[in-house]
């Protein structure tokens, strides 16, 4: 009777995997890939905030915790960039004496905060519990509680739903620190990564809305993800200014 | 001899209640001149402050609806570059305007390399910034006013540079303590500082980062050249403000629109046809607030209606104290002297003599006390003036020097009201005696 008792726990440990492994998995699939020399891919942000719309594109450069996004158009803001060396983020654009440091929580574009544009790093940034299973669109997925290991992560808390088919997030909610929700986010895979010969799911499109207003819309759409080798000097403040 | 010089000589009689009534209302009047004084001072300060110091002017030009509507669509509620124009010639046909200045609002971060601060931003005219500071209503009312703590003024140097001015708060949280001025004049070497010791770093040159949202949406950021610090005399906005060329924010911000236009009058007792005039030239393209409005001038209207207050309860609770030591010292001496005046209406005067009499002798008593009243006053008022006491109003950064200044317009209103309180008080206790026959009131025995 033990010996099937424990059967049944290592099954069922194997068939639910821990929320921090989960969180890993699912991370892998928007861009955190410590394993790898490097990544790249573009990010269209399209907003459109109270009728009014804006478009952003992104060149997004991510090497283990450190990522550059440079904004490619429009023209007139080619050159700006914003830098994350672990969980210091950094702006600065052509003709500044120096970058500014600035937060992962700051509004970049419409309901993209500056900690979205680049690679995602919730397994390092959050602390996740298991919040039970959820169906989300005829998908099953886990649905995981994250709260913030430090005060300069992008979100307080996340409400997260990991696909229980390939792990990789279909939603997001993220939360004040009272457990109100502002923001909710969905996740599309339509893009592959090839990773070492095997292709893995990459997401193609994150649409963040305004929870208390769904008319205000943000939609990252990421193209060509790739892997390409990065040096390490790329993402050092210094070398912004040169 | 004429009743004046009668009414005088009686207050020979009774001296010690006269004494007493005469130093109630003397000490009620010195005690009116302080409070007036201490009121007098403050709305006269705090106006001084909105309108030329925060530049405020005495009239905001907005587009419509900009001022509710400025802070969530910058772009749609500010005046645009021909909205400007428009008001601009406006204004030049109107011959009550001193001057004007285009302003532009906003928030952002704040940066020295290494760390990052919220700030609020003003952006003026420089030239109209030193003007604001010459001018005689600051040098009247605010003369010991420290605005700028370090360094220099916008005025000192070209916009091109990018000048600005830190809140003394925000110049201590960035560790921008040296200021452009304080550096050789080829300039410091801007340099990524080491971020381990941001604050000793960031002392090494005057740049700082200011980074915002443009009004189209995306990031914007400039940089800024520290030339000074400065204060905005009220705490909470002493850790968070900068001030800057408008044209230096327009270019951070992205726009060529501005907030506002201020706009400062000769003669600001013409305010109300000022405003009519323009808004009948502007239409339903501006929307134009006076200073004194609530919703613009919060502060100022909070405060000057709590002063306002103040002293209208004390100065109520002071005349009715002396209207009733009056009226109470009267009939008690009226009473006392029924005989006497049974015999001046005996001798023949008439009853609107004998209270002629009365009053013009109450009226002595009054002007003599409010004489008295007022040395004592201004010696209260001269010696609190020379003590140069500190004291903390609410929300007051760095706490307020006490200086009491008399409105002697104001002040010989309320002695008149209080001569008219005390002829009332008296003309009431004499009428009431003056019923009884002649001879009753010599008899004695009426009480």
């Known amino acids: ?242 | 001899m004429s009743f004046w010089l009668l009414a005088l000589r009686n207050l020979g009689r009774n001296r010690k209640r006269n004494l007493a009534t005469g130093s109630a209302i003397a000490f009620g009047f010195a005690g009116i001149l302080l409070l007036a004084g201490y009121s007098y001072r403050g709305t006269n300060y705090i106006r001084t402050y909105t309108v030329y110091v925060i530049h405020t002017g005495h009239l905001a030009i907005f587009a419509p609806n900009g001022f509710e509507q400025f802070p969530y669509k910058p772009a749609k509620f500010s005046l645009s570059k021909d909205a400007q124009d428009k008001v601009i010639a406006a204004l030049a046909t109107e011959p009550e305007v001193e001057r004007f200045e285009k302003q532009i609002r906003g928030q952002g971060l704040v940066g020295n390399g290494c760390i990052s601060f919220p700030f609020v931003a003003q952006g003026f005219d420089p030239a109209i910034d030193r003007e604001m500071r010459l001018h005689p209503q600051v040098k009247e009312w605010m003369p010991s006013f420290q605005y700028l703590l370090s360094g220099s003024g916008l005025w000192d140097f070209p916009e091109s540079m990018s000048p600005i001015l830190l809140s003394k708060g925000l110049s201590l949280s960035l560790g921008k303590v040296k200021m452009h001025g304080d550096f050789p004049p080829s300039g410091a070497l801007i340099t990524v500082p080491d971020c381990a010791n941001p604050r000793e770093q960031a002392a090494k040159d005057a740049n700082v980062q200011l980074l915002s949202g443009a009004w189209a949406g995306n990031v914007s950021a400039a940089d800024g050249e520290v030339v000074g610090t400065f204060t905005t005399g009220v705490q909470e906005t002493d850790s968070s403000s900068i001030m800057a060329p408008t044209s230096l924010l327009q270019k951070l911000f992205d726009t060529d629109h501005v907030t506002e236009i201020a706009v400062w009058l000769k003669h600001p007792e013409k305010i109300a046809e000022v405003r009519a005039s323009l808004q009948a030239k502007l239409g339903n393209e501006a929307e134009i607030l006076r200073w004194d409005e609530e919703r613009l001038s919060p502060f100022y209207v909070g405060t000057v209606d709590f002063l306002h207050t103040l002293v209208l309860a004390g100065a109520l609770v002071m005349s009715a104290i002396i209207a009733l030591s009056v009226l109470n010292s009267a009939t008690m001496t009226i009473l006392e002297r029924s005989q006497e005046i049974g015999m001046y209406r005996s001798m023949g005067f008439r009853r609107s003599q004998v209270r002629i009499l009365y009053v013009q002798e109450s009226l002595w008593l009054s002007i003599l006390a409010l004489g008295a009243g007022t040395a004592l006053g201004l010696a209260a008022i001269r010696l609190i003036n020379d003590a140069q006491i500190l004291y903390h109003p609410p929300g007051v950064s760095g706490g307020l020097t006490l200086v009491l200044i008399l409105p002697w317009v104001q002040t010989a209103w309320v002695a008149l009201l209080i001569l008219f309180l005390v002829c009332l008080a008296t003309y009431f206790a004499v009428t009431n005696r003056l019923r009884p026959t002649p001879a009753d009131l010599l008899g004695g025995t009426l009480r």
């Open chain 1, 1 to 242: 009777m033990m010996l099937l008792t424990l059967l049944l726990t290592i099954t069922a440990q194997a068939a639910n995997p821990s929320p921090e492994a989960l969180l890993i998995a699912s991370d892998r699939a928007r861009g955190a890939a410590s394993s790898l020399s490097g990544l790249s891919w573009t990010s269209e942000v399209n907003s459109v905030e109270n009728g009014d719309a804006l478009k952003v594109i992104y060149a997004v450069k991510v090497l283990g915790n450190d990522a550059l996004a440079s904004v490619m158009d429009p023209p007139r803001q080619k050159g700006e960039v914003v830098l994350f060396n672990d969980r210091t983020l950094w702006f600065f654009k052509p003709g500044l004496k120096k970058p500014v440091n600035i937060s992962p929580r700051q509004k970049l574009i419409g309901q993209a905060a500056n900690g979205d544009i680049a690679s995602t790093q919730y397994a390092r940034d959050y602390v996740a519990t298991a919040a039970g299973d959820d169906t989300l669109n005829g998908q099953k997925t886990w649905k995981l509680m994250l709260k913030a290991k430090a005060k300069n992560v992008t979100y307080d808390q996340i409400r997260y739903w990991v696909s229980k088919s390939n792990q990789v997030a279909v939603k997001a909610e993220f939360l004040t620190l009272s457990g109100e929700t502002f923001k909710v986010a969905e996740f599309k895979y339509g893009n592959d990564l090839s990773v070492k010969g095997k292709k893995v799911p990459f997401v193609s499109e994150m649409r963040i809305h305004d929870a208390n207003n769904p008319k205000n819309v943000t939609t990252l759409t990421y193209k060509s993800p790739h892997e390409e080798a990065h040096s390490k000097g790329l993402f050092n403040v210094n070398s912004l200014m040169k």
